[in-house]
Nanobody, 113 residues
Framework: QVQLVESGGGLVQAGGSLRLSCAAS????????MDWYRQAPGKQREFVAR???????NYADSVTGRFTISRDNAKNTVYLQMTSLKPEDTAVYYC???????WGQGTQVTVSS
């Protein structure tokens, strides 16, 4: 069955960095477009970043220039490198297979001011 497992979240001070990972199984990972989303307390889940099967990327305006999405097809893993973190980046971060109903369980990122 399809599984997406995120890791790498935690507590970090404003201005710091974190790298999230999402390990996929049960799919032909190299052919999939992969997304990162996030959901802050009391807010709707929102798009963060996308990477295509060919490696092209796009980002939400709020994270452009600070976050970088990448993938390692040999490891069936997609990453989200987050730098210059702000308190407003605090959220549960989820990976998702684009245009599908498959989501990971999420990983909490908390940025303290």
């Amino acid at each position: 069955q399809v599984q997406l497992v995120e890791s790498g979240g935690g507590l970090v001070q404003a201005g710091g960095s974190l790298r999230l990972s999402c390990a996929a199984s049960g799919i032909t990972f190299s052919t999939k477009v992969m997304d990162w989303y996030r959901q802050a307390p009391g807010k709707q889940r929102e798009f963060v970043a996308r990477i295509s099967n060919t490696g092209s990327t796009n980002y939400a305006d709020s994270v452009t220039g600070r976050f970088t999405i990448s993938r390692d097809n040999a490891k069936n893993t997609v990453y989200l490198q987050m730098t210059s973190l702000k308190p407003e980046d605090t959220a549960v971060y989820y990976c998702k297979i684009s245009l599908s109903y498959y989501w990971g369980q999420g990983t909490q990122v908390t940025v303290s001011s």
